[in-house]
């Protein structure tokens, strides 16, 4: 957007395996899978013009290998921030689906587009937290003034913090799913955000649990 004061752009990593096996990753480390190398091929062929002068990356193999593959940088060429990392999602994390019920203590969910949130999972965050965590965030990126940016994080992280951009409460953030090598465009007049666009989503794409 011409003579906007800062552009941050957000990119979800590419598809792993946990997704299609439809298990919560949260803090483990899986690496992107083939299905996610092609993914970015297909992106970095398509030939988008990102005007970003700095590019912060949540730490984990996934997000640091995407954020790698479409820029070009290396690790030591970005910024890495804990702030962005995935939801803890504490004991769910690595389990199959079907033995999630057997968790302790019980994990409640709500139902938002026919997937399921859990508000307490036992030692990990809950949806409010990670929401704090999310402002922390914003607040660190906002310091960089004059700096447009490119964020590489995590499917439930930038849920949220897109929602916090566009002014929306935790639980309504929630029916916006933010699907694998997913790229939007914040711009900012000020502390105002003037606009939003989806630049690109995938055409080889998983579903974006």
């Not at 939801?87 to 199959?96: A, H, P, T």
């Not at 607040?139 to 949220?160: M, W």
């Not at 699907?179 to 080889?204: I, K, M, Q, T």
């Amino acid at each position: 957007m011409p003579g906007a004061e800062q552009v941050i752009y957000t990119l979800r990593h590419a598809a792993i395996d946990f997704g299609r096996q439809r298990i919560i990753a949260g803090r483990l480390d899986p690496p992107i899978n083939p299905e996610g190398v092609e993914q970015i091929r297909q992106m970095t062929a398509a030939g988008l013009s990102l005007d970003y002068d700095s590019v912060i990356s949540s730490p984990q193999q996934r997000a640091l290998e995407t954020a790698s593959r479409v820029t070009g940088l290396a690790a030591d060429e970005m910024i890495t921030s804990y702030l962005c990392v995935e939801r803890n999602y504490g004991r769910l994390e690595g389990v199959k689906p079907a033995d999630l019920g057997t968790i302790q203590p019980a994990t409640f969910y709500v139902t938002v587009g026919n997937v399921e949130h859990s508000l307490n999972p036992p030692d990990g965050e809950t949806l409010e937290q990670l929401r704090d965590r999310v402002v922390t965030f914003h607040q660190f990126a906002r310091s960089l003034k004059g700096s447009n940016l490119l964020v590489v994080s995590h499917g439930t992280f930038l849920q949220q913090y897109h929602g916090y951009l566009r002014g929306l409460d935790v639980y309504h953030s929630l029916n916006a799913n933010v699907a694998y090598l997913e790229l939007n465009r914040f711009s900012f007049d000020g502390d105002v955000l003037a606009s939003h666009e989806r630049v690109y989503r995938p055409e080889l794409l998983e579903s974006p649990w």
